[in-house]
């Protein structure tokens, strides 16, 4: 099992001009290697039955430029470029490996036929991190001496070990990385034991989750969670520090103070939200055995006129994380299609059309909740087809249900499990 553990690190002011200096020279090279792939891919690229004058170089085609090749020519690079001899070889080999994956993400499709996007060149502060891929062995280039990190060719640096290592968890490499509040490193921690599943004959509680914007879940038993909108609420405080970063020129000392304001805001966003989605994971994973969840189209949404909120909740990287929690506490989770679980009755199956606007879901049954919770159900009935889990049958119909919505009060830390 591998987890990543970030600390923060205290480098003192020549420590953080030397890895200033790290980043922009892995940026200088990576832009290279880049355009040397990019000159050979156009040189040796044609239309089936003729070569275009016009839009093609003419000249030597050198031979195929790939990782090995721009390892191999790293001792050419320190011949010619002396400050290049000042970075452990490691961490160039490692630049160079970012690229070949980038590289390889375009022009290799994955298994669902998908390609990832063109490589970019990278601007200035563009690469503000760096990797040794070993640590703690008689070759490595980072050693981790209780708080105290040692990096070859740039000396001992203090860690914040605000958390222990875990035991039995080995260090396989570090990553350096600068934040708009400072210097972290990632260290990522394998253990040989992986947790055991539990057997699907002893799932005792499963629900479905139904994702929203108006609450950010629902499960199928009708308990709801408030959307924080943690995004929204700083937008007055965002706006105006963007009004002041717009009046500074660019490029002066003031410009770069306030444009690490307006970083910092948004570091602090995204730390609420990701404590926010750690802490409602492991409450769910703590009550059920299973979690069933949509298999939404969550990029096609966020094009639409709700794409703010939509990225404010960040269901996509609530679901990786709640993926995750549920695999180190050997609990299960299945995504579902969501076709037709908000229209179609969770008691007798019968298709009932609304628009968005409505959020009661009154069937001729005699069912009238929620609509989430309705979505919830029909969730849950979907996963759990075969599964002897007591109550996947719906609710009762015999008489009208109304949801009462019961916001969980959420207290628990990522680092700590629920109780």
């Given amino acids: ?40 891919l156009n040189r040796t690229r044609s239309q089936i039955d003729r070569c275009s004058l016009v839009r093609e170089p003419i000249g030597e085609i050198s031979d195929k430029v790939d990782y090995y090749t721009q390892a191999s020519d790293l001792k050419q690079t320190k011949d010619l470029f002396a400050e290049y001899k000042n970075i452990y070889a490691d961490c160039q080999q490692q630049n160079l490996m970012r690229l070949d994956k980038a590289w390889k993400r375009w022009l290799v499709p994955d298994k669902n036929g998908k390609r990832g996007g063109r490589p970019r060149f990278k601007k200035r502060g563009d690469i503000c991190s760096f990797t040794f891929p070993r640590v703690n062995n008689p070759k490595a280039g980072a050693h981790l001496v209780g708080n105290i990190l040692k990096l070859s060719k740039i000396g001992e640096i203090e860690v914040i070990l605000h958390r222990p290592i875990l035991d039995g968890f080995e260090i396989k490499q570090a990553t350096i990385l600068r934040k708009a509040d400072g210097w972290y490193v990632s260290f990522s921690l394998e253990d040989k034991a992986v947790p055991e599943p539990l057997p699907i ?13 108006e609450k950010f879940l629902t499960t199928a038993d009708g308990q709801s969670i408030a959307v924080p909108q943690y995004y929204r609420k700083a ?8 009004r002041k970063l717009a009046r500074r020129i660019k490029g002066s000392k003031n410009y770069q103070k306030q444009s690490n304001k307006v970083a910092r805001l948004h570091l602090h966003v995204a730390r609420q939200r990701k404590e926010f989605h750690y802490q409602v994971a492991h409450w769910l994973v703590n009550s059920y055995d299973l979690i069933i969840f949509e298999n939404l189209n969550i990029k096609g949404l966020a094009r639409t006129r709700l794409a703010k909120s939509i990225l404010d909740v960040a269901w996509g990287a609530f679901l990786q994380i709640l993926q995750a929690v549920a695999v180190r506490r050997g609990k299960h989770t299945q995504g579902v299609n969501p076709r037709g679980t908000s229209i179609n009755c969770s008691g007798c199956g019968e298709r009932v059309e609304k628009s968005l606007a409505v959020r009661v879901h009154s069937c001729s049954c005699g069912l009238v909740i929620d609509r989430d919770w309705n979505s919830a159900l029909n969730l849950l009935n979907l996963g759990s087809v075969g599964l002897p889990i007591p109550g996947c049958g719906g609710l009762e119909v015999t008489q009208p249900v109304r949801q009462q919505v019961s916001f969980v009060n959420l207290r628990c830390s990522r680092y700590t499990a629920c109780s």
Wanted: net charge negative; aromatic share 8%; charged share 20%.
């Fill in 1 to 40: 099992m591998l987890l990543t553990h970030q600390y923060k690190l205290a480098p003192t002011p020549e420590q953080v001009v030397t890895l200033e200096a790290w980043g922009e020279l892995l940026r200088r090279h990576y832009n290279y290697a880049l355009g040397q792939r990019l000159d050979w």
């Fill in 201 to 213: 004959s002893e799932i005792k509680s499963a629900t479905g989750i139904d994702v929203g914007l």
């Fill in 235 to 242: 937008q007055s405080v965002l706006a105006h520090q963007q």
